[in-house]
């Protein structure tokens, strides 16, 4: 009978493997956006030297990663504590099958990420490649991050956790997020700061497309459109958009032959963006905060007229 009931608790019920299986994704969860993060803000704060400064560097956002640890950590450290729990009232289970299965892989997947980080800084010393100070905060974040779950589930296959260090590495992990969370909106800003600058990345883009249909109606018609109506068109579906924050027309001028301008009024000044927005080499979007004009003459070298279809004779 006794045999019978020891069998029965080192079997792995559906409640088990759902609970260990929901940890691990919820730990990797974690990881993974808590790199992200890190790798976001690094890369806002030490960017990258660019031989084409017409691009603005920055990132998309912080916004996803943030949200993310919001949920999944608290997940995480539920289904650890009703795992615990189990543990406390039987033993046994910590020899479950998938319990040990889980933990191994979390350990193989750790010691190579591990491994691989350091592979890479000695080949980047090595091989004579610049360390800059972002790519060296990256592999210290990624090697600090995986080294903190790698030494707490060693010593929980070594069975060394106690309640007290439990809960110890339990602040150590929440400190670790918090502290993230906190650079990364000290570096990217607020959560308003952030909507901001996606108005503002909104607006550059859609300058950038009003301007190449103004050139694409110069090219087709051989003189720039009276207003910004002029370019919308049933056929192909294109609409003029409109400031996402103010809900109002952009700014259409048409100044010379050539020569026409296009205004917005900005949140920010564009060294304040840290939103990643695309710029064609060549172009100039920079500007202050409040409204600012872009000035732009059509040079025909590089946008020169079509031809008529109507005109031309067909090739016999």
């Known amino acids: 009978m006794d045999i019978e009931n020891v069998s029965l608790k ?7 493997f759902f609970i260990n299986l929901g940890a691990i994704v919820a730990l990797y969860t974690v990881v993974v956006s808590l790199l992200n993060l890190l790798f ?32 999944f950590f608290p997940i995480y450290f539920f289904l650890m504590w009703l795992l615990e729990r189990e543990y406390s009232s039987m033993p046994e289970k910590k020899n479950l099958p998938i319990r040990r299965w889980l933990t191994y892989i979390t350990l193989f997947i750790a010691g190579l990420t591990l491994a691989i980080d350091l592979v890479t800084v000695i080949y980047y010393f090595i091989d004579g490649q ?7 905060l ?13 030494m707490y589930y060693i010593s929980d296959i070594r069975g060394k956790l106690t309640a007290s260090s439990r809960k110890v590495w339990s602040v150590v992990a ?10 990364g909106f000290s570096v990217l800003g607020s959560p308003r700061t952030q909507r901001l600058m996606r108005y503002d990345s909104q607006k550059v883009s859609d300058l950038q497309s009003i301007q190449y249909e103004v050139i694409n109606y110069w090219q087709m018609k051989g003189k720039l459109p009276a207003n910004l109506s002029a370019i919308n068109d049933s056929i192909s579906g294109y609409v003029t958009p409109i400031d996402p924050d103010t809900k109002e027309a952009y700014v259409y001028k048409v100044i010379g032959e050539k020569t026409f301008q296009l205004c917005a009024d900005f949140n920010l000044p564009t060294a304040v963006n840290k939103i990643t927005v695309k710029i064609m080499p060549g172009e100039n979007w920079i500007h202050d905060k409040g409204q600012e004009c872009f000035n732009r003459t059509i040079d025909e070298q590089l946008y020169p007229l079509r031809p008529d279809p109507k005109i031309l004779t067909p090739v016999r």
């Open 10 to 16: 080192t079997r792995t019920t559906p409640k088990d």
């Open 40 to 71: 976001t803000v690094i890369n806002v704060a030490y960017p990258k030297v660019s031989s084409y400064p017409d691009y603005y560097v920055g990132s998309s956002s912080i916004s996803f990663p943030v949200a993310t640890l919001m949920i």
């Open 130 to 136: 610049e360390l800059t100070i972002g790519f060296l």
């Open 138 to 150: 990256k592999v210290l974040s990624l090697f600090a991050v995986i080294f903190v779950v790698f």
């Open 174 to 183: 929440l400190v670790i997020i918090l502290a993230s969370i906190i650079w």
